[in-house]
């Protein structure tokens, strides 16, 4: 089996990401969980949190591997020798954006390809802005996150 791209922000890692990150484990030999730098955003935590906070959640799942890059995902899979990408789908309106997405990826490199999962039922509401939200209002989010996430969203925004 191949081993396959994960890029995403994970900003934070969240339940839905981790059940994407699973099922992709069940069709390639390893994973190697992309933390994708968007200068166009702006993230809550730094990237070497991000890191941190992806190494502690997948710590049970010796088959993932955890990186980052700034720049255009081609190239960082070319240099790697990784041709296929997952992605995760939660509803119709994720699909346009990610087929755009994979359209463009395919063109800048022809070996290049995307697979996409669909998210359990249970997750297609759930994203990290919604995360990031509840937690900045003191909500719960312990149904959404890990417990290594939960803490630093507590630590983040001042509750306990």
């Not at 697979?115 to 997750?123: I, N, S």
Request: charged residues 25%; aromatic residues 10%.
């Amino acid at each position: 089996m191949e081993s396959a791209l994960y890029p995403g922000s994970f900003d934070p890692i969240t339940f839905g990401h981790l059940n994407i990150l699973d099922r992709a484990l069940d069709v390639f030999a390893e994973v190697t969980v992309l933390v994708a730098v968007n200068p166009q955003k702006k993230p809550l935590f730094s990237l070497d949190e991000c890191i941190e906070m992806i190494r502690d959640a997948t710590a049970g799942r010796p088959r993932v591997r955890v990186d980052h890059h700034e720049g255009l995902l081609v190239d960082y899979a070319r240099r790697h020798g990784i041709k296929l990408a997952v992605r995760g789908l939660r509803a119709v309106t994720d699909f346009e954006s990610e087929f755009a997405m994979a359209l463009t990826n395919r063109k800048l490199w022809p070996d290049f390809d995307t697979v996409f999962l669909m998210t359990r039922a249970e997750y297609m509401f759930l994203s990290s802005s919604v995360v990031r939200q509840v937690a900045q209002m003191g909500g719960d989010v312990s149904g959404f996150v890990p417990p290594c996430v939960e803490e630093r969203l507590r630590l983040r925004f001042g509750y306990r």
